[in-house]
Structure formats: C-alpha cells, structure tokens
C-alpha cells in the first residue's frame, strides 16, 4: 500500500469532513471518466459529442477533466442524446 493510500484510508476513518469531501470528488471523477469512456466509445470528438448532445465544447471538456459538478439531470440528456440509459447505484 502506498503512503497516499495509507494516508486517505487513515483520514477516511478519522476525519468525516475529509470522508464526505472525498467521496464527492470520487463520484465526480467517476461521472468524467463515464461520459469520456462514452464519447470514446461513440469513436466521437469532443466537438462533435458537444454538438450531438446539445451542450458547448467547454462543458463537454469541463465534464470530461472533472472540474465541474455534473447535474443528474444533465447527464440524464447527454444519455438520452446519445440513445443509451442512465443509471444511479449506492453501494
């Protein structure tokens, strides 16, 4: 185990305000890389995927790096844009 492992399990278990910002960050990074393996999956640029689901490059670009909070719904269009289904699990 890494020591930035070790140190993110350690805080996770001692500090909730880390926890909570920690599992926030998570599931952004995990919407990016859904809607980036998507894009990649359609073989599309960012451009044309923008285009294709109604929103600006910019956004696309924001979304895909993590930088920004995607809304449910806005991911619930880019997947009705692109014919393919959203779904929203706990674990």
Same mark, same amino acid.
């Given at each position: ?34 809607? &980036?393996?998507?894009?990649? +999956?359609?073989?599309? $640029?960012?451009?044309?995927? =923008?285009? @294709? ?5 910019? #956004?696309?670009? &924001?979304?895909?790096?993590? +930088?920004?909070?995607? $809304?449910?719904?806005?991911? =619930?269009? @880019? ?5 393919? #289904? ?6």
């Amino acid at each position: 185990m890494t020591k930035t492992v070790s140190s993110v399990n350690v805080l996770s278990t001692n500090d909730s305000k880390f926890k909570k910002a920690f599992a926030e960050a998570a599931a952004i990074h995990d919407a990016a890389v859904e809607v &980036r393996h998507l894009r990649e +999956s359609l073989q599309m $640029s960012p451009a044309r995927f =923008a285009k @294709i689901v109604g929103k600006s490059q910019t #956004t696309i670009t &924001r979304i895909e790096s993590g +930088s920004t909070n995607v $809304s449910i719904g806005m991911l =619930a269009e @880019i997947a009705h844009s692109t014919g393919r #289904t959203l779904r929203v699990s706990f674990e």
